[in-house]
């Protein structure tokens, strides 16, 4: 069964940052790109940023371009997202998912990390 | 960037109902390369529809996606009670990734 539980969201300043990891099972994970998808509250889905399944090749929207880094530890099945100069504006629950056959939509999601930036 | 643009933003039915969704994209989405999600709250979006028109795994047979080109259709031909959730196309055809700005179907 395949599993993504992602962790590592709370409460953070503006201008503070935070880590995001997401735990894989159930697949062969470095054979599949991953993306990490984020909703505000009460808004639609916004694509943030993906990462090849060797992770040599990495793509963000242009909010997050600069300030966030996908990577990942295929060693470990982890899928991680570096979210530095935090804003009001990243307030989201952030899914980690996983690509169908690295085509680009997500047939596997997590339950999402809640990411709070507020003073 | 391609702008998805979903109507109706709200759809009102009752259960047995047939529910249409549109997606319009603001260029063509080459492919094909489209996809619907369903999302209940406070739960992660589901795989309803790849390549505008096939059926993911486990979907029931009264989802069906249709279109081309700019115009995208997702259909649910009779409502069962928890088909009622948002529901979210999404185009992968070209950089970046994005999503419409979903559409309810309520009770």
């Known amino acids: 069964e395949v599993q993504l539980v992602e962790s590592g969201g709370g409460l953070v300043q503006p201008g503070g940052s935070l880590r995001l990891p997401c735990a894989a099972s159930g697949f062969s994970f470095s054979t599949y790109a991953m993306s990490w998808v984020r909703q505000a509250p009460g808004k639609g889905l916004e694509w943030v940023s993906a990462?090849?399944?060797?992770?040599?090749?990495?793509y963000y929207a242009d909010s997050a371009k600069g300030r966030f880094t996908i990577s990942r530890d295929n060693s470990k099945n982890t899928l991680y997202l570096q979210m530095n100069s935090l804003r009001l504006d990243d307030t989201a629950v952030y899914y980690c998912?996983?690509?169908?056959?690295?085509?680009?939509?997500?047939?596997?999601w997590g339950q999402g990390t809640l990411v709070i930036v507020s003073s | 960037e391609i702008v998805l643009t979903q109507s109706p933003g709200t759809l009102s039915l009752s259960p047995g109902e047939r529910a249409t969704l549109s997606c319009r994209a603001s260029?063509?989405?080459?492919?094909?390369?489209l996809a619907w999600y369903q999302q209940k709250p406070g739960q992660a979006p589901r795989l309803l529809i790849y390549g505008a028109s096939s059926r993911a795994t486990d979907i029931p047979d009264r989802f069906s996606g249709s279109g081309s080109g700019t115009d995208f259709t997702l259909t649910i031909s009779r409502l069962e009670p928890e088909d009622f959730a948002v529901y979210y196309c999404?185009?992968?055809?070209?950089?970046?990734?994005?999503f419409g700005g979903g559409a309810k179907v309520e009770i």
């Open positions: 998912a996983k690509e169908r056959n690295s085509k680009g939509y997500y047939d596997y």
């Open positions: 999404q185009q992968y055809s070209s950089s970046p990734l994005t």
């Open positions: 260029q063509s989405v080459s492919s094909n390369y």
């Open positions: 990462i090849s399944g060797s992770g040599g090749s990495t």
